[in-house]
C-alpha cells in the first residue's frame, strides 16, 4: 500500500527544509510550522505581495542569492514545526565577511532581518503567519510527489546527482512511498474536482499539478542555473507523462508535484511517516 515515505517542512519560506516524522496540520491545514516565517522587502505587505519574481518576497524566484544562504533549526515540538530558533551561516560577500549566528523567535527576527539584509544588501523584514505563506493561496495544504517521480526525475540530468537533490529543488513536504513514479499525478481531476485521500487521521484533496518557476533549475546550494533545465524537463515529462493525467488542469508540461486543500474537519489531525495512503477517487470541488 502507499505510504507517507518522508514529511519535510520548510519552517523559514525558501530557506532549507527540515525533515520531520510527524506533522500536525495547522490552520488553512499547511503542516505546523511549514513556511510560518518569510522574507519581504523592507516594509512589503505579505498579504499583498506576490510570491512572483519582483513581487515583494525574499524568494528564490526574486533573489538568486537566497540559495547560497543556509539554515538549520530548534522547532517547537516533535509535530510542530514552527522554529523557535534559527542557526543562519551566509558567505563572504562585498558587504560582509562569511558568518553563521543564531537568533531566537520570534523575540529576535528584527536581528534576524537586519543580518539576511546586510548579505543580500537591501533591508528585508522577518514576517509571521502561522498559517503560513504558501505560493498557491488556493491551494494551501501540503504539497505532494512520490520517492519514484524524484528518482526519475533525477536520471534526466546528468548533472543532478540524485532523487535527494531533486527534492530539495522543487521542495515539496509529502514524499509518497511504495508506488510508481508520476502516481501523484492520480491526485488531481478536472476543474471543478478534487481527489480526496486518505493519510492517517486525515483528508486530503488533491486539486492540481503544481506550475514550476525558475528554483528548481538552480541548485540548491550555490543558486548556480542548470543550462537549459525547463526545455530538458518539458521534454522528458512530455515523454513520461502518464495517460491519468489527461485532465483539463494539466494545461503544460512544465508541472510537478500537487497542491492539496485539507478539510476544515482535519486541521488539528497528525499525520506520520508510513502511514497508510488511500485515495477514495474524485469529488466535487469548488475551487
Request: proline residues 8%; charged residues 25%.
Amino acid at each position: 500500500m502507499t505510504r507517507l515515505d518522508s514529511l519535510v517542512a520548510y519552517p523559514i519560506k525558501s530557506l532549507d527544509g527540515v525533515t520531520v516524522d510527524r506533522a500536525a496540520l495547522g490552520p488553512n491545514g499547511v503542516l505546523c510550522g511549514d513556511r510560518s516565517y518569510a522574507l519581504v522587502e523592507a516594509g512589503v505587505d505579505p498579504e499583498t505581495a506576490s510570491v512572483g519574481g519582483g513581487g515583494g518576497y525574499v524568494n528564490g524566484k526574486s533573489e538568486p542569492a537566497i540559495h547560497r544562504l543556509h539554515a538549520s533549526y530548534d522547532l517547537a515540538g516533535p509535530a510542530d514545526a514552527t522554529p523557535t530558533a534559527v542557526t543562519l551561516e551566509r558567505p563572504a560577500t562585498g558587504a560582509v565577511d562569511a558568518d553563521t549566528a543564531t537568533f531566537a523567535l520570534p523575540e529576535e527576527r528584527d536581528a534576524l532581518a537586519a543580518w539576511v539584509g546586510a548579505y543580500l544588501g537591501y533591508a528585508v523584514d522577518l514576517v509571521r503567519d502561522p498559517g503560513g505563506f504558501p505560493d498557491d493561496r488556493a491551494a494551501p495544504g501540503p504539497t505532494v510527489t512520490s520517492d519514484g517521480t524524484l528518482a526519475a526525475v533525477a536520471s534526466w540530468f546528468d548533472a543532478i546527482a540524485d532523487a535527494r537533490e531533486v527534492r530539495r529543488r522543487f521542495r515539496p513536504n509529502v514524499v509518497l512511498g511504495d508506488c510508481p513514479a508520476f502516481f501523484e499525478d492520480r491526485l488531481f481531476a478536472d476543474h471543478g474536482e478534487a481527489v480526496r485521500c486518505i493519510a492517517g487521521e486525515a483528508t486530503v484533496l488533491g486539486v492540481n499539478p503544481c506550475q514550476r518557476c525558475v528554483v528548481p533549475s538552480r541548485h540548491p546550494d550555490t543558486g548556480e542555473p542548470l543550462e537549459a533545465f525547463r526545455t530538458q524537463f518539458v521534454e522528458r515529462r512530455r515523454q513520461t507523462r502518464p495517460p491519468w493525467t489527461e485532465t483539463d488542469r494539466f494545461d503544460h508540461d512544465f508541472r510537478l508535484m500537487v497542491n492539496t486543500v485539507v478539510p476544515e474537519a482535519s486541521w488539528g489531525a497528525t499525520i506520520e511517516v508510513d502511514d497508510p495512503v488511500r485515495v477514495d477517487g474524485a469529488v466535487p470541488f469548488d475551487g
